[in-house]
């Protein structure tokens, strides 16, 4: 079993910057593929980035690319998310999301592709 503990959540003005990170344990001598997901309020979960095990490629959805910077540190098994130049509709609970992977190249952009899910971390932009 994997557990993930996510932080790094808040409340910040619009043009602001926040760090999300999500620590996973569990499980040794495991590589994972990781990626960040949310959820605003009555609409469904998407994707945001996905990074793969090794750090190597990554992947954004369009609606963040040039303002989010996903990255991993394996020694501790944790991701990270820089968030920067936050607007109002990034507003959401985010989450992040591991699958153990032998691909240490592949990213995973799906949410069904993942194992193990964070329990969320809300992300409140004010205008």
């Known amino acids: 079993q994997v557990q993930l503990v996510e932080s790094g959540g808040g409340l910040v003005q619009a043009g602001g910057s926040l760090r999300l990170s999500c620590a996973a344990s569990?499980?040794?001598?495991?590589?994972?593929?990781m990626g960040w997901f949310r959820q605003a309020p009555g609409k469904e979960r998407e994707f945001v980035a996905a990074?793969?095990?090794?750090?190597?490629?990554?992947y954004y959805a369009d609606s963040v690319k040039g303002r989010f910077t996903i990255s991993i540190d394996n020694a501790k098994n944790t991701v990270y998310l820089q968030m920067n130049s936050l607007k109002p509709e990034d507003t959401a609970v985010y989450y992040c999301a591991v699958v153990p992977t032998r691909d240490t190249g592949r990213y995973y952009y799906k949410g069904d592709a993942y194992d193990y899910w964070g329990q969320g971390t809300q992300v409140t932009v004010s205008s």
């Open positions: 569990g499980r040794t001598f495991t590589r994972y593929a």
């Open positions: 990074i793969s095990a090794s750090g190597a490629n990554t």
